[in-house]
């Protein structure tokens, strides 16, 4: 796996953990 391919999943990763916290955090925001 080059160091490009990685960034990429990294950044998948991100964005779903990210997506998972703000639908279970949204309700109490809101």
Avoid: D, E, G, I
Wanted: glycine residues 0%.
């Amino acid at each position: 796996m080059n160091k490009k391919t990685r960034a990429v999943a990294l950044v998948l990763v991100v964005v779903m953990v990210f997506a998972l916290v703000t639908s279970m955090v949204a309700p109490y925001l809101v």
